[in-house]
């Protein structure tokens, strides 16, 4: 068991991680797992836990927390009267079969594949993030029927095998499809807990191997509890940020960053 003394400084530093997760889920519509997962890797990696089943850690406790996220974030954005409930309710029951799809492929898969998986979807989550355009069209209107039967798993399954919400992929598909930037950050942070709740089931009830203290199936307890308090304050600021300037500068930085990121987990995956 890690000393309290060597516990501390990662417990104020996922105080901040939190925090900053926050404030981005609210303001650019991409979630906070984006940042949780690396982040959480970093963290438990100084700890000294490595084991092969650490990046399921990573993912399920990300999801975990996306749950309160997404609850505050579509509660904020409702206030505003952002959020698209048609849209929310007729693609939740394909977006949580992607979902619960994907808990079943993570649980097979170890951390060296899972790395490599998340380091190249967060590459094309910064490529639109930073060269996306506001014209670029798909259609005028979210698609029905059959194309979304097929739209809606994909949603869930690719969100959790980077352990993120809905964001990172509901708004590039939902803008693309004419959507406004704003009605589909709203919206996207209800696709969260479409993905976040089924996916936490599934790992509860998975087991894993060389995990941190006090990990509950694949979900760290510790650091689900510290995050959810930060993000829970933070969010509102950053919904409120998304209603009242134009992000796109942000975005550009934030793409950069995720880039740097996406890289450096491509590298760990390869031994670098």
């Known amino acids: 068991m890690p000393a309290v003394a060597d516990l501390l400084p990662m417990a104020l530093l996922l105080f901040a991680i939190g925090g900053i997760a926050g404030v981005i889920a609210g303001l650019l519509g991409v979630g906070g797992g984006i940042i949780l997962v690396p982040a959480f890797y970093y963290a438990f990696s100084g700890l000294g836990y490595g084991g092969p089943d650490l ?3 990573c993912l399920a406790t990300s999801l975990a927390t996306i749950i309160v996220t997404s609850v505050r974030s579509v509660i904020s954005h409702n206030r505003k009267g952002a959020v698209d409930w048609d849209i929310l309710r007729t693609w939740a029951i394909g977006i949580a079969i992607g979902a619960a799809v994907g808990v079943f492929v993570v649980a097979q898969l170890r951390t060296p594949t899972l790395q490599v998986i998340f380091g190249s979807l967060a590459l094309l989550v910064a490529f639109y993030l930073g060269l996306g355009r506001a014209e670029w069209r798909l259609g ?3 698609p029905v029927g059959i194309m979304r039967a097929i739209l809606s798993p994909v949603v869930g399954f690719f969100s959790v095998l980077m352990g993120i919400g809905g964001g990172s992929f509901g708004v590039p598909l939902m803008t693309l499809y004419g959507m406004p930037i704003h009605r589909a950050v709203a919206t996207a942070s209800g696709f969260g807990m ?3 709740v089924p996916s936490v089931i ?3 009830m998975t087991k894993v191997e060389g995990a941190p203290p006090y990990t509950f199936g694949a979900v760290n307890l510790p650091a689900f509890m510290i995050v959810i308090g930060t993000t829970y304050l933070t969010t509102p600021y950053g ?6 300037m134009d992000p796109k500068p942000l975005r550009r930085i934030f793409a950069v960053f995720l880039t740097v990121v ?3 987990m491509l590298g760990k995956a390869a031994g670098w």
């Open 55 to 57: 990046m399921q850690v």
């Open 140 to 142: 005028n209107e979210m």
């Open 194 to 196: 479409v993905i976040a």
């Open 202 to 204: 599934g790992f509860v």
């Open 239 to 244: 919904v409120k940020l998304a209603h009242s």
């Open 262 to 264: 996406a890289i450096n």
